[in-house]
């Protein structure tokens, strides 16, 4: 069975760290580019980053860039997310997906259907 398995959430105070994790199984996430997505209540499913399959372009949306970083152990077949100096708006549910169509470089980038396989997510909450 093909499946994204996403890790590492938590509750955390503003400006503290998170690291998420995206691992499967079933498949090789060396060929795919991946991407990690939020969800807050009420808000539409948003892009975060994403990363390319060698790992060497990598994107992020202006809310979290200079803050959050992607990265890729394919040897480990994982994906992390390095979430730092959380803010009470990075509050979400977080997945990640693989897309063997997307392409950080493209405008598509974020577009959920460009996504074949999506983990369960993980719940990110940032409060005091």
């Known amino acids: 069975q093909l499946q994204l398995v996403e890790s590492g959430g938590g509750l955390v105070q503003p400006g503290g760290s998170l690291r998420l994790s995206c691992a499967a199984s079933g498949f090789t996430l060396r060929y795919y580019t991946i991407g990690w997505f939020r969800q807050a209540p009420g808000k539409e499913r948003e892009g975060v980053s994403c990363i390319s399959s060698s790992g060497t372009i990598t994107n992020y949306a202006d809310s979290v860039k200079g803050r959050f970083t992607i990265a890729r152990d394919n040897a480990k077949n994982t994906v992390y997310l390095q979430m730092n100096n959380l803010k009470p708006d990075d509050t979400a549910v977080y997945f990640c997906?693989?897309?063997?169509?997307?392409?950080?470089?493209?405008?598509?980038?974020?577009?959920?259907?460009?996504?074949?396989?999506w983990g369960q997510g993980t719940q990110v909450t940032v409060s005091s």
């Open positions: 997906a693989a897309s063997d169509t997307a392409r950080p470089y493209l405008n598509t980038r974020y577009q959920v259907k460009e996504y074949d396989y």
